[in-house]
């Protein structure tokens, strides 16, 4: 019988914690640290993404989901700069990132003071990621796996999304899936540093930032990074 969602990102959680609680470094640690363009947040990322990967499918016996929780990429710190510099966007209310990854953009909305903030993706390592990096930050988030894609009522005052128009079979997906959100009422905001998917005349740019780049095979030390929201 395969696990469920909950049940794998329960498995996971205990082995991030396992990770974090190991003593020792190297480029296959998980390591608390800031963020360089959202000091005010610290996550559990690795040393070197790829190589975490490999010793935790050697240790698995089996392939593992690519870890993109266990970098920090720049359109989710664009975001999480725009939600800190601007709390009110966020400030009591429900707050819902899609494809939440570290849970940088949610816990930065939570300390914004929203009242409610859900993280959701389908990693269950990202979920448990979002678990160990909010309680790092002393915040509450709820953590959720599963694919919202297809979703329709998702009880949402404000939907944010970092960096997940970075393949166009994901943007074909994406790019509707917000557009429904922002019809039924929610506040739609998208972090992108413009990876070739960037829907024409879809998007409103409404802020723009050089963020440093940490995330692994990157051609520049900085990205510029645009905030959006539907038109």
Do not use: C, K
Request: glycine residues 8%; without cysteine; aromatic residues 4%.
């Amino acid at each position: 019988m395969l696990a469920t969602v909950d049940d794998a990102a329960a498995v996971a959680l205990t082995q991030l914690e396992r990770e974090i609680d190991a003593p020792g470094g190297g480029l296959d640690r998980l390591r608390l640290v800031p963020i360089p363009f959202v000091p005010e947040v610290r996550l559990h990322l690795a040393e070197d993404a790829i190589v975490w990967w490999a010793r935790m499918e050697a240790a698995a016996g089996h392939a593992l989901p690519p870890p993109y929780w266990a970098s920090v990429w720049a359109g989710g710190q664009a975001l999480a700069r725009y939600l800190l510099d601007h709390p009110e966007l966020a400030a009591g209310r429900r707050v819902l990132d899609l494809a939440a990854g570290s849970g940088l953009v949610a816990i930065a909305a939570a300390l914004a003071g929203a009242a409610q903030v859900t993280a959701n993706d389908i990693d269950p390592y990202a979920v448990a990621a979002v678990t160990v990096n909010a309680r790092a930050n002393q915040v509450t988030v709820a953590a959720t796996g599963g694919d919202l894609l297809d979703s329709t009522d998702l009880g949402t005052d404000l939907l944010v999304a970092g960096d997940v128009l970075y393949d166009r079979e994901l943007a074909d997906r994406v790019l509707p899936f917000l557009t429904r959100a922002a019809e039924a009422g929610a506040e739609v905001l998208v972090g992108d540093p413009d990876r070739g998917h960037l829907p024409h005349g879809r998007l409103d740019s409404i802020a723009t930032y050089p963020v440093p780049t940490t995330e692994p095979s990157v051609d520049s030390p900085v990205r510029r990074v645009q905030v959006l929201r539907p038109a």
